[in-house]
């Protein structure tokens, strides 16, 4: 089975850029989460999906953030315009029935000069 | 708003000795608790849940929970240097038992030391 794929694993953008990270989660896993940690700081949640509604968005930071998740599927975290407080590590995860037993994907590291 | 926290460290243990990281939470409604392992430029990766107070025991990894307290804590028996990683403690967002999203705390980053 193909875990969590999340890409890029790596983005450097300047301010002002906009930037979209990807997660690809487990097939058939109806619940996809999106977390955010900032250096320094825990691990923040974002938002959840079930399938291809979101069904928490509070953790969001503000409007300059965009997650879809069109079909059920992938997801996309769009990021525009970039601040340089974005930057940060982004993880995604999807789990079968919801709950905490869900699987991380590996991150993608976003530097933003 | 709820809050994890933890100490940071570094903790640094001797190989075979037993690590304790201890999490204290503000939500006094929590009732599910979950410690992640996360090695360095990995992602989290579950290890334990426990739900009741007591412990709760899987390999060489015990789990406590107090809820009176607002206390759990993870205990690592016969510690290896490959326990060497950071534990995150995790308690639900919201009602629904981490189907909702957690909130993390900072994590306690453990050596064991050969």
């Known amino acids: 089975e193909a875990g969590v794929t999340q890409f890029p694993s790596h983005s450097v953008i300047e301010k002002g850029q906009t930037v979209t990270l990807r997660c690809d989660p487990i097939s058939g896993h109806d619940n996809l989460y999106w977390y955010r940690r900032v250096m320094g700081k825990e691990i923040k949640f974002l938002l959840h999906f079930v399938k291809e509604s979101k069904q928490d968005e509070s953790g969001m930071p503000n409007n300059r953030f965009l997650a879809e998740r069109t079909g059920g599927t992938y997801s996309t975290l769009k990021v525009q315009p970039a601040e340089l407080e974005d930057s940060g590590v982004y993880f995604c995860a999807s789990s079968q029935g919801g709950g905490p037993g869900y699987t991380f994907g590996s991150g993608t590291r976003l530097t933003v000069v | 708003q709820k809050e994890v926290e933890q100490n940071s460290g570094p903790l640094s243990v001797p190989e075979g000795a037993i690590a304790s990281l201890n999490c204290t939470y503000s939500?006094?409604?929590?009732?599910?608790f979950f410690w992640y392992r996360q090695y360095s430029g990995k992602s989290p990766e579950l290890i334990m849940s426990?739900?009741?107070?007591g412990d709760k025991e899987d390999g060489r990894f015990t789990a406590q929970l107090n809820k009176a307290s607002q206390y759990v804590s993870l205990l690592i028996r016969d510690s290896q240097p490959s326990d060497s990683a950071t534990y995150l403690c995790?308690?639900?967002?919201?009602?629904?038992?981490?189907?909702?999203?957690?909130?993390f705390g900072k994590g306690t980053h453990l050596i064991i030391q050969p």
């Open positions: 995790a308690v639900p967002e919201g009602p629904g038992g981490g189907a909702d999203g957690l909130t």
């Open positions: 426990i739900y009741s107070n």
């Open positions: 939500d006094r409604v929590s009732q599910s």
